[in-house]
């Protein structure tokens, strides 16, 4: 069973979860409108492990008898001024998002809610990982900076990317 305030604060998450997913979407419709298909298959991808991550939240207040309750998504920002401008915001935003999963920790370990505590062990591990791949984006656009070849090679690696449902193990 959760308490109100821990109920509460998971609902918020799916809130900030689908927003994650609505940025990167909207980011996808920015690299598609430059013609970087590559960068706009990673985002699209992003979106779809976001709305994974959404779920994840729903399921779990749910096994523990909690209630699920839906919020408006904000309206994310439409434009960018460059590539590297996009990613720098993707990594500011997963900051985000990491430092919104150590206050549910936080929270969690403040209510003694060990069940709850334990599920957000994997976020937290996902968080890591978040930041250090939108990070090494960042790293590898600031080198090529404008150059149209690097920037295309990149689109190329980053158009790889395939959703891949994320495991109840580990990220
Ligand atoms: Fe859900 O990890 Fe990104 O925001």
């Excluded at 927003?19 to 706009?40: C, E, K, P, Q, R």
């Excluded at 439409?78 to 935003?93: I, Q, V």
């Excluded at 936080?106 to 069940?115: C, F, K």
């Excluded at 709850?116 to 990070?135: H, I, K, M, P, Y």
């Amino acid at each position: 069973m959760l308490c109100s305030k821990m109920e509460e604060a998971l609902n918020s998450q799916i809130n900030a979860e689908y927003y994650s997913s609505y940025l990167y979407l909207s980011m996808a419709a920015y690299f598609d409108s430059i013609n970087l298909v590559g960068m706009a298959n990673w985002m699209r991808v992003q979106a779809q492990e976001e709305m994974a991550h959404a779920m994840k939240f729903f399921d779990f207040i749910a096994e523990r008898s909690g209630r699920v309750t839906l919020a408006s998504i904000d309206a994310p920002p439409n434009e960018w001024a460059s590539p590297l401008a996009a990613f720098e915001d993707a990594l500011a935003h997963e900051r985000h998002i990491s430092s919104r999963i150590n206050k549910l920790v936080d929270l969690a370990l403040a209510e003694s809610d060990h069940a709850t505590n334990n599920f957000l062990q994997w976020f937290v591990a996902e968080q890591v990982e978040e930041e250090a791949t939108a990070d090494g984006i960042v790293q590898q656009l600031r080198l090529v900076k404008d150059a149209p070849g690097g920037v295309f090679l990149l689109d190329r690696e980053l158009g790889q990317r395939t959703f891949v449902p994320p495991s109840a193990a580990g990220p």
